[in-house]
T-cell receptor
């Protein structure tokens, strides 16, 4: 079974803090993605990575950065958290050879 | 700019009824159209998918209908069950470009 693990289920941070969301996959997938999920807006792509140290901006990259130093790990960084970044964050991975994406269980982040 | 438009936002169906969720897309380069199912507290999981060279795909009670000329596709859930209550997302892919609809919250009443 493919496993995509996000480090925290729930997180509460203060405005202005630097926040790290970690995602690890155990199936040697080339591609990894970060989405945020908001009611009525669905899943919006923040960043994706198709290889180690490679990254591409998605639709809403402002206020976020990412890091992929190892193939299995993809980190989302909120440089200075703001209340409008309160959301559910979903990590996904996908092998280059297949179309199916595998999602983690999500991290519900609240910025106060 | 929402490249995949999904409707309705929410749907209530009686047990045994048919649930229908619709999606429309803009980019004709999309070449893979999956549906994901998400239960509360879980990440989305692939339910069924179709490629544009096929007009229909059926897996058990779940069917995707695809209309390439209209750039529309839909999910039909036959004999809907309370266990089908979840949020459903349509998506459209081209290479690493994966775009999702806004989601439909389905409630199946017993």
């Amino acid at each position: 079974d493919v496993k995509v693990t996000q480090s925290s289920r729930y997180l509460v941070k203060r405005t202005g803090e630097k926040v790290f969301l970690e995602c690890v996959q155990d199936m040697d997938h080339e591609n990894m993605f970060w989405y945020r999920q908001d009611p009525g807006l669905g899943l919006r792509l923040i960043y994706f990575s198709y290889d180690v140290k490679m990254k591409e901006k998605g639709d809403i990259p402002e206020g976020y950065s990412v890091s992929r130093e190892k193939k299995e790990r993809f980190s989302l960084i909120l440089e200075s958290a703001s209340t409008n970044q309160t959301s559910m964050y979903l990590c996904a991975s996908r092998p280059q050879s297949r179309r199916e994406a595998f999602f983690g269980q999500g991290t519900r982040l609240t910025v106060v | 700019q929402q490249q995949v438009k999904q409707s309705p936002q929410s749907l209530i169906v009686q047990k045994g009824g048919i649930s229908i969720i619709n999606c429309a897309y803009e980019n004709t380069a999309f070449d893979y159209f999956p549906w994901y199912q998400q239960f509360p507290g879980k990440g989305p999981a692939l339910l069924i998918a179709i490629r544009p060279d096929v007009s229909e795909k059926k897996e058990g009670r779940f069917t995707i209908s695809f209309n390439k000329s209209a750039k529309q596709f839909s999910l039909h859930i036959m004999d809907s069950q309370p266990g089908d209550s979840a949020t459903y997302f349509c998506a459209a892919y081209y290479n690493n470009d994966m775009r999702f609809g806004a989601g439909t919250r389905l409630t199946v009443k017993p």
